[in-house]
């Protein structure tokens, strides 16, 4: 039989199955699953942690033998540091949201707690000029709590904006949250960390603006913010180096210039598909900070434009996932932890790519997920912990999670059988 032949209601179940297997409905399908922000973060966070470990290993190979006769060092200590923050990561995805909310204050004061210790006690130690490592004896034992002072950040405030939004239209009603979130930031400004403390405010001016605070606070905030960075750059000398170095590229050629040079050699000759993976010659002792810092100018180097506009649009995916798990949420306390964790991964894997492509002054800031370092690595997987535990909590996803957990088990059914 025809088509032309075919009877109307024939010829619409045709149609509606083609628009049913159309790639655009598959697409539309797949996206209104009620798991699907959730496994989609759980992807790419996978993804962005395997290429890291990767690239981790393969830039410091050179530096690691010759320091330590092992050129796997850095990476057998990022495996480490990979298992322990998937491990808290777990377990803060399946917490339940009341028992995060009961740990924001006591997250609060113990970051605090520990910049302080950082500053004014022998237990902080200076690294690069920067007095933001503690250390309880052996290397293993050392971290940088101003990176789990982030998560403390979005944990409290998330919890005292949720608290409080029925009356946040009060500018008076922002003070707390502005106090104790910037007095964070002004101890890691003390410890001369100017990056991270640069990142710590821009996930408080996200949050403020999702939140919707009133545009006179923002525009108050954010003059503030902008002279606190004038004197920043005042109070230390080789700041304002950087910023001219930045400004004139072809002065200081061996000096100020000379790692934002070699980042951008990296990257140019890395052409479309890369050098191969570690064949990157800036490894071997051109570019410092290799491993950390300017680890996207070695993937651009191994891997070619390729392998960089990967790792942007995997940071793209996370961003957008991060946005529907936020739009999705029904609470409150939810959407804010998820929109913090959204700001602290945006702003700064923007902040270290700018810096490696040249668009912005060198910051010394790691980028997220793929940078080496333990804190790091650690204090960002948990932060994805949170935000899966965002994505389980949404409606849809919750109902599938406990309809999956009332389900009996095969084997229960089995023996009531029997």
Request: with cysteine; proline share 4%; aromatic share 10%.
């Amino acid at each position: 039989m025809s088509i032309a032949d075919a009877t109307p209601s024939t010829r619409t179940k045709k149609t509606k199955l083609r628009e049913e297997s159309s790639p655009k409905a598959l697409l539309r399908s797949t996206m209104d699953h009620p798991l699907f922000d959730y496994r989609l973060l759980i992807v790419v966070a996978a993804v962005l942690l395997c290429l890291g470990l990767l690239m981790v290993i393969s830039s410091s190979s050179v530096i690691a033998a010759a320091t330590y006769q092992d050129p796997y060092y850095f990476g057998k200590r990022q495996l480490i540091f990979a298992g322990i923050g998937l491990l808290g990561a777990f377990f803060l995805s399946r917490c339940s949201e009341k028992l995060v909310r009961y740990v924001a204050w006591p997250a609060l004061f113990l970051a605090a707690l520990l910049i302080v210790l950082t500053i004014f006690t022998p237990l902080g130690i200076d690294v690069a000029g920067n007095r933001n490592w503690m250390s309880f004896g052996p290397s293993w034992t050392q971290f940088q709590p101003s990176e789990f002072a982030k998560l403390a950040i979005i944990i409290w405030g998330a919890n005292d904006l949720a608290n409080k939004r029925r009356v946040l239209v009060d500018m008076r009603q922002w003070l707390t949250y502005l106090c104790a979130t910037l007095l964070l930031v002004g101890l890691v400004l003390i410890q001369k960390d100017a990056g991270t403390a640069m990142v710590m405010a821009a996930i408080i001016i996200i949050v403020m603006v999702a939140v919707g605070a009133p545009w006179r606070l923002l525009a108050g905030f954010g003059i503030s913010a902008v002279g606190a960075m004038a004197i920043m750059v005042l109070l230390e000398p080789y700041r304002m180096q950087r910023i001219l170095a930045f400004l004139r590229p072809d002065s200081d050629p061996l000096g100020y210039n000379l790692q934002a040079r070699r980042g951008i050699y990296a990257l140019a000759s890395g052409g479309w598909f890369g050098q191969g993976l570690g064949s990157s010659r800036q490894k071997w002792g051109l570019l410092t900070e290799a491993h950390t810092d300017y680890i996207f100018a070695i993937i651009g180097e191994e891997l070619g434009l390729l392998g960089t506009l990967t790792v942007i649009l995997l940071f793209l995916i996370l961003t957008a996932v991060g946005l529907r798990i936020a739009l999705k949420s029904k609470s409150l306390f939810s959407k804010y932890v998820a929109i913090g964790v959204v700001a602290w991964f945006a702003a700064q894997a923007f902040a270290n790519i700018a810096v490696a492509i040249r668009l912005i002054p060198v910051l010394g800031i790691p980028l997220p997920m793929i940078s080496y370092g333990g804190s790091s690595l650690m204090a960002n997987l948990f932060a994805l912990g949170l935000l899966a535990g965002c994505a389980r909590r949404e409606p849809h996803a919750a109902q599938v999670f406990l309809t999956r957990k009332a389900k009996p088990k095969v084997t229960t059914i089995v023996r009531a059988q029997a």
